[in-house]
């Protein structure tokens, strides 16, 4: 277990928040393997704390979902089977053809022009192969999408959600050819969300979501194949 380095502590938060974001972190970018045991001696010398933050933190991302605990031999990085990644496409496709919906009849015309900014920024860096921009432009998007509802729980719930696939995002933007349909999908709920259209943005975000499940199958599909 050698992927994390030592914390540059924020003065402004917690230290068991600021550990808690360090872990949770690692575990979605990768450098915390699934099934991967978590040692609080070894993260907490890694990370230049005491034990006790780093205990607070794997509880909180077991409640996330992120974290698994096994009787009698500790805590691991949550493992997630194709059919849990469905699962929670399939509930994350209808949140996010309600924000979608809430957000035409809600957004501002601040709003309108930073979509239109992160739509621009995402199609002008797809043939950088700069995988962490295009997902931070991809995240961007939708966040402010949830923004626009303008109701909290919503958005709650929809990140509660993305941050137990974001393994799986990471590997969906890195596929050029879906990078170059996302350009699409995202500009075509921009345009619905732009008139006020309601059902045409709920319809264009539920789609937009159900293929990236389709994508996740058929590449597992392929995977076994081989």
């Known amino acids: 277990m050698n992927n994390l380095t030592r914390l540059n502590l924020d003065e402004y938060k917690p230290l068991r928040d600021v550990v808690f974001e360090n872990l949770r972190e690692a575990i979605v970018e990768g450098k915390l393997k699934p099934g991967q045991r978590l040692m609080e001696v070894q993260l907490a010398e890694q990370l230049g704390?005491?034990?006790?933050p780093v205990r607070e933190a794997i509880r909180k991302l077991e409640l996330e979902g992120l974290v698994v605990m096994l009787p009698r031999k500790g805590a691991y990085v949550a493992d997630m089977s194709l059919k849990d990644i469905i699962d929670v496409l399939e509930i994350r496709a209808s949140l996010e053809?309600?924000?979608?919906s809430l957000a035409a009849e809600r957004i501002s015309d601040e709003d309108i022009k930073k979509l239109e900014s992160i739509v621009d920024e995402f199609k002008d860096s797809v043939n950088e192969s700069d995988v962490e921009y295009l997902l931070k432009k991809d995240v961007e998007f939708h966040e402010c999408i949830f923004k626009a509802t303008n109701n909290k729980k919503l958005h709650q719930l929809i990140n509660s959600l993305w941050e137990q696939v974001y393994r799986f995002r990471f590997t969906y933007v890195s596929d050029y050819d879906s990078t170059v349909k996302i350009i699409e999908e995202h500009k075509m709920i921009l345009d619905a969300i732009k008139t006020g259209d309601s059902k045409l943005a709920k319809k264009y975000a539920m789609e937009h979501i159900q293929?990236?499940?389709n994508f996740m199958i058929e590449t597992t599909s392929k995977t076994k194949e081989s």
Do not use: D, M, P
């Open 49 to 52: 704390v005491s034990r006790t």
């Open 97 to 100: 053809g309600l924000a979608a």
């Open 211 to 213: 293929k990236a499940e």
